[in-house]
Nanobody, 115 residues
Framework: VQLQASGGGLVQAGGSLRLSCEAS????????MGWFRQAPGKERDFVAS????????YYSDSVKGRSTISRDNAKNTVYLQMNFLKPEDTAVYYC?????????WGQGTQVTVSS
């Protein structure tokens, strides 16, 4: 399984971005998918996750209320809509997926939020 993340960029504080992660493979709908981020000099942190059916979602406190994770299993794609972005959201964002553990990771997409 290969994961290809996209959608990052430079945005002003208060703005929005939608990240996408397209997966190869036929078992995408069975995977839990998640987004993680890593800021410079910091550890990789959990951002959000979504069950295979899309019915269950989880968010870190840092993005809860400002972000929405969703998926389109017909397109093998998971999304992360981020609103009201803050400078502290600046990081490389990674998508990951797996049947139980996060076995597969994408290459990351840079999100930079200017103040």
């Amino acid at each position: 399984v290969q994961l290809q993340a996209s959608g990052g960029g430079l945005v002003q504080a208060g703005g929005s971005l939608r990240l996408s992660c397209e997966a190869s493979g036929r078992t995408f709908s069975g995977y839990v998918m998640g987004w993680f981020r890593q800021a410079p000099g910091k550890e990789r942190d959990f951002v959000a996750s979504i069950s295979g059916s899309g019915k269950m979602t989880y968010y870190s406190d840092s993005v809860k209320g400002r972000s929405t994770i969703s998926r389109d299993n017909a397109k093998n794609t998971v999304y992360l809509q981020m609103n009201f972005l803050k400078p502290e959201d600046t990081a490389v964002y990674y998508c990951a997926g797996g049947l139980g553990e996060y076995d597969y990771w994408g290459q990351g997409t840079q999100v930079t939020v200017s103040s």
